[in-house]
């Protein structure tokens, strides 16, 4: 079973960008998605952003048009670059992916605290 470490969490003032990486420990380039999700205190784990295996990138509306996903297939390593940070993005960020039969890839891991405040 592939494994996630998420990691670039830190304080970050308002309008302030951090960029998060996701280190697999196998290929996730055969999976239906992979993404960046994230869970605040007293809330829901929501999706961020994703990446499906055939199709174009997607986004929270939320986050869009301030957070870009990208991801390096050689390094198997999934990004979530985070611009224009507000208090209400503050969370923890984790990564983990689908597989084509809805399941989830990998465990969720310990994620990675992004704390947006002045």
């Known amino acids: 079973q592939v494994r996630f470490v998420e990691s670039g969490g830190g304080l970050v003032q308002p309008g302030g960008s951090l960029k998060l990486s996701c280190a697999a420990s196998g290929s996730i380039f055969s999976f239906a998605a992979v993404g960046w999700y994230r869970q605040a205190p007293g809330k829901q784990r929501e999706l961020v952003a994703q990446i499906p295996g055939g199709g174009s990138t997607n986004y929270a509306g939320s986050v869009k048009g301030r957070f870009t996903i990208s991801r390096d297939n050689a390094k198997n390593t999934l990004y979530l670059q985070m611009n224009s940070l507000k208090p209400e993005d503050t969370a923890v960020y984790y990564c983990?992916?689908?597989?084509?039969?809805?399941?989830?890839?990998?465990?969720w891991g310990q994620g990675t605290q992004v704390t947006v405040s002045s």
């Open positions: 983990n992916a689908r597989r084509y039969s809805g399941n989830w890839a990998a465990d």
